[in-house]
């Protein structure tokens, strides 16, 4: 079975500062995603990254895909209140038709 | 377009009732998917289909039946409700596989 499994859970910070989220498995992904979610909306997808090692960048956001394919990173540069929200991480499984879901990363931006 | 949608938003179950969450997508994707999301967790499938009138089950198909007669329309039927089904259930639908877009989901409760 395969697991992504998030940190940290919760993240309450000021804004203006960065912060890193992280997104790990030991199992090989063939891509992974990211989404956004808001309070009473569906997620909304943010990127697909798909090659070993690779580094998309979405404004102040920046994720990275691990070298093995097991692992993912989202950095937030100076974080704004409207970065605030639940992170998911999603991983294509065995099948190509299934995500497989991390449990997410609540982040509150306080002004 | 609408994109994907959703009826109800809302809806209280006794249990032991049944009933069907409606999810519609205007975007002729052939690949649609009924997660559910609990609180504080990330999402796991229910069931997918690749297209009109195929269907398989997800992670966590008992107590959910799916049909899929048209390309718009993918249904997600409850037949004997428990108080386990109390979740947030959301239906996505996407063009080239893995990318996905969600609907605003459709909250129950069961009591």
């Known amino acids: 079975t395969q697991l992504l499994e998030q940190s940290p859970q919760f993240l309450s910070i000021q804004e203006g500062e960065n912060l890193t989220v992280y997104c790990n498995s030991s199992?090989?992904?063939?891509?992974l995603q990211w989404y956004r979610q808001e309070p009473g909306e569906g997620p909304v997808l943010l990127v697909t990254v798909v090659t070993g090692g690779e580094v998309k960048k979405l404004k102040r956001l920046t994720f990275q895909f691990g070298d093995a394919r097991k692992d993912s990173s989202l950095h937030i540069t100076a974080a704004q209140p409207g970065d605030t929200g639940l992170y998911l991480c999603a991983g294509v499984g065995d099948s190509s038709y299934k995500l497989i879901f991390g449990s997410g990363t609540r982040l509150l931006v306080r002004p | 377009n609408a994109g994907v949608t959703q009826t109800p938003k809302f809806r209280i179950l006794k249990i032991g009732q049944s009933m069907t969450l409606q999810c519609a997508q205007d975007?002729?994707?052939?690949?649609m998917y009924w997660y559910r999301q609990d609180p504080g967790m990330g999402l796991k499938l229910i069931y997918y289909s690749v297209g009109a009138g195929i269907t398989d089950k997800g992670e966590v198909p008992n107590g959910y039946n799916v049909s899929r007669s048209t390309t718009e329309d993918f249904p997600l039927r409850l037949e004997l409700a428990a108080p386990s089904q109390t979740s947030v259930y959301f239906c996505?639908?996407?063009?080239?596989?893995?990318?996905?877009?969600f609907g605003p989901g459709t909250r129950l409760l069961v009591l």
């Open positions: 975007m002729n994707h052939n690949y």
């Open positions: 199992s090989v992904f063939s891509s």
């Open positions: 996505a639908s996407s063009y080239s596989r893995p990318l996905q877009y």
